[in-house]
């Protein structure tokens, strides 16, 4: 699905050249041949009329009627919108849902049963006392976010954006050694709140801006590559245009690597403004044979290089002499291509990277929070994080987008400020999707009604349930067992993998297995390989890093409830917290309510209580205690409870 997009932009430019006039052709002329300069379509007043491409403005806060659900000026936006449909806000959600809800989402882990009965008591105290003085969930708030684990669940976010991966990928899939070091840098700088623009500025130029920051522009050579290729030329070809579309798309949420070989066939991007934007990135290093990339590849090419458009894509076929320039549409108020000029001090990297961090690139803007609304709501205000332009989703609430657009300098840039701007909302607090939630462990409804329930609240009169990701569900499992390693940073942990598995690695990497001492470390420091992903990650949907996600998909398979029931990882977590709930007796009902309480942060429901201390005794009468416990334990980390957040 990753490549739709492209291939929908291609299949449109030929249509556009067999075919004109053809419904669904593009609305932008497309230019193929002839000079791709001169042919250059102008960009029109309607094109910076559409929504992504205007001109950035702080739009006024709308008045509502109903004030008392209101908490801070995100709940205005969402509530006017509520109210034009005749609808309100759910009221909020128990203490016991909110802390799991905001745990899970700012570090990636459950609660505690200690922090969930803390949160609990502090909750009606302030409740008894009148909702005065200071708020417990603020003060929860603000811990998380100044927890190490706070940096270690963003990064994940920012690393599939960066395709990250620890190997080459193609046939040989080689290792990069220090890869993991840009993994730490991540990390360490979101939980340092390095401000965002400063934040994404290195990950393009941060060997020319500043050298301690120098491992952030691992972010340009992180996608895949094939050093072993006997056509280097093509080779420096692909990874120039690589890294030019990945720009467009992570730092302007365009699909400019659609207008490599033509102009894009829907968006005002012409073939010129690829290459224009190219040539701030065609001064790094060539390429050597049999040679990895490196932050050596950063570094300026020894000798002049200029810059020309690549006709239909081809480096065969050098076309007109292009100079490194800004995207024309991303310039406000301009028709003009805004001429960069490079001087001895400031390299070209610098220069593009200060023009899409400033605050009035409204591209760059709206795409970074779009994103981090997602982090905290399932699902961008524009659904198609990566893709902005004409054939993107349209935001469901584009006043919104643009206030928190202009919200984030004012705020001075800070992520962490604007996480808590979003998680203390009535909007993020209020009732899950409870028409979508089952009434027992037997598992969620099905995709179609889910699915149907979510699209029903685009206006948020409800908090989005989510289900957790393959490294949320391998961390959690280790939590609620009481195995987690929370050891930070240093080479990535290489974990011992199905003999099945095995067998398709190269003898030397199937022999890489980290000490076990390691193997219980957060999913976030496992090691990263782009041909092969960790089975657990595999079945849930963690991406394969060729590409940019913005997005992940959630599929919902068999061979996912499987490996669930069936892994020898999945039966050890089961018997090691039957080990511990053990401990409270051998009363089922004890039993089912320590258990619960262990893997869903919460005490059972009536209906899962019968069900459980049925199932202990029947279950104990063909085989023993501790086995039926463990059976037990493992359907509880089987169900739906387990695997979403509401």
Request: proline share 7%.
């Amino acid at each position: 699905m990753r490549f739709s997009r492209a291939r929908k932009c291609l299949a449109a430019g030929a249509l556009a050249l067999v075919f004109p006039g053809l419904g669904g052709a593009p609305a932008t002329p497309i230019s193929m041949t002839g000079d791709p300069v001169t042919n250059e379509q102008a960009i029109t007043e309607a094109d910076r009329a559409f929504w992504s491409f205007r001109a950035l403005n702080r739009p006024a806060i709308p008045v509502v009627e109903d004030t008392a659900s209101v908490r801070n000026t995100v709940d205005q936006f969402i509530v006017a919108a509520l109210e034009a449909a005749g609808k309100k806000l759910a009221p909020q959600a128990d203490p016991v849902t909110l802390i799991r809800r905001v745990t899970f989402d700012l570090t990636g882990l459950p609660p505690t049963q200690e922090e969930v009965l803390a949160f609990v008591a502090a909750s009606k105290a302030y409740a008894a006392a009148g909702s005065t003085g200071p708020d417990p969930y603020d003060s929860l708030v603000a811990r998380l976010l100044a927890s190490p684990r706070y940096g270690e669940r963003a990064a994940q976010s920012w690393l599939d954006l960066a395709r990250f991966a620890e190997t080459d990928g193609f046939e040989h899939d080689l290792d990069r050694k220090d890869a993991w070091q840009y993994r730490d840098w991540v990390i360490q700088a979101l939980n340092k709140d390095l401000p965002f623009n400063q934040f994404a500025a290195y990950q393009v130029a941060g060997d020319e801006m500043s050298p301690e920051n120098a491992v952030a522009t691992g972010f340009l050579i992180a996608g895949p590559d094939m050093p072993d290729s006997n056509f280097q030329d093509e080779r420096r070809h692909l990874l120039l245009n690589e890294i030019t579309s990945t720009i467009g798309s992570v730092f302007m949420g365009l699909t400019v690597g659609c207008a490599q070989c033509h102009d894009h066939p829907y968006d005002p991007v012409s073939q010129a403004d690829f290459y224009r934007l190219r040539a701030f990135f065609d001064h790094m290093a060539p390429l050597k044979k049999e040679k990895q990339l490196s932050m050596a590849n950063a570094a300026p090419s020894p000798t002049p290089v200029v810059s020309r458009i690549c006709l239909r894509g081809d480096h065969q076929r050098p076309g007109p002499v292009v100079q490194a320039a800004f995207l024309r549409i991303a310039n406000p108020d301009s028709d003009l291509v805004v001429a960069a000029p490079i001087s001895k001090n400031t390299g070209p990297r610098t220069i593009v990277a200060r023009w899409l961090t400033q605050s009035n690139n409204g591209l760059f803007l709206r795409a970074t929070m779009n994103r981090i609304w997602q982090q905290h709501f399932g699902r961008p205000l524009a659904g198609t994080p990566n893709d902005l332009g004409r054939q993107g989703e349209h935001p469901t609430h584009p006043e919104l987008l643009d206030w928190l657009a202009t919200e984030l300098p004012l705020q001075k840039w800070s992520l962490k400020r604007m996480h808590t701007l979003l998680v203390t909302c009535a909007t993020y607090r209020q009732l899950g999707e409870t028409g979508t939630r089952s009434s027992g462990p037997a598992g969620p409804k099905p995709a179609a009604e889910r699915e149907a329930a979510a699209e029903d609240n685009h206006l948020y009169a409800r908090y989005p349930r989510r289900r957790l990701s393959g490294e949320e569900i391998r961390d959690a499992l280790l939590s609620i067992s009481g195995r987690l390693s929370l050891k930070t940073g240093g080479p990535s942990v290489r974990l011992p993998l199905p003999p099945e598995v095995m067998s398709t690695l190269l003898e030397k990497q199937a022999k890489e297995v980290s000490p076990a001492s390691e193997w219980t470390r957060r999913s976030i420091y496992v090691f990263a390989r782009r041909n092969l992903r960790y089975p657990l990650f595999d079945l849930f949907d963690r991406p394969d890093a060729l590409v940019s996600c913005s997005r992940r998909s959630e599929s919902t398979t068999a061979t996912q409830a499987l490996s669930m029931l069936n892994s020898e990882f999945s039966q050890e977590i089961a018997r090691t917290i039957a080990a511990e709930v053990r401990k409270a007796g051998t009363d089922p009902a004890a039993i089912v309510a320590a258990a619960t309480v262990r893997c869903y942060s919460r005490g059972p429901s009536d209906r899962e209580m019968a069900l459980g201390t049925a199932f202990l005794q029947k279950r104990a009468a063909v085989a023993t205690f501790d086995e039926a416990v463990t059976d037990y334990c493992l359907a509880l980390i089987n169900a739906s409870p387990f695997f979403y957040v509401d």
